[in-house]
């Protein structure tokens, strides 16, 4: 008889409020924790680490280091450090 266990990663996104991402563009940015569990067949059971919320893109997977409240002169929307252009109204960014 074999047992088959161990500890395994598990993602849990924590809000629904997509942000942009200021590495790929898109909105699809959320708060997400990765928790560890200990594992029976595959099967979680146990959270033995609890992970911290950090951003996390879905469209290109990376971890967003921080957003700024830099705004455009144009439309006063917030823009993402890093873009070029204003995603709302197309104002180059100064």
Known sequence: MFFIAGVQPKTKTLDKNARICPDCGLKRA??????????????????VKKGLPVLICDGCRQTVKSFSDRRCRACNNVMEPGFKYCPYCGEPAN
Do not use: E, M, N
Not at 35 to 42: A, M, P
């Open 30 to 47: 959320h708060y997400q924790r990765v928790d560890h569990y200990v594992s029976l067949f595959f099967v979680p059971l146990l959270r």
